[in-house]
């Protein structure tokens, strides 16, 4: 299985269902907290993400999927499955 990787942050809603949406399916996700990384890990991440700005942001392997919405769009499509293979 794939490493998930979700920046969040500690009261955002969207954050929430993600992980619930994952663990859920039983995908262990390493969190990280978005307050929490420095200014240059930051700007890496922007980079990585073509400037997305809010949270979760959200990595299956190195491909970034986006937010709570794709995620949730992923999975209702039967698609998130085989990504995660």
Known sequence: ?????????????????????????????????????????????????NGYRTVPQIFIGDTFIGGFDQLNKLNQEGKLDAMLA
């Open 1 to 49: 299985m794939k490493e998930v990787t979700i920046y969040t942050k500690a009261t955002c809603p969207y954050c929430i269902n993600a992980k619930l949406l994952l663990q859920n399916k039983g995908v262990m996700f390493n969190e990280i907290g978005i307050l929490n990384i420095s200014d240059e890990e930051r700007a890496q991440l922007s980079a990585k993400t």
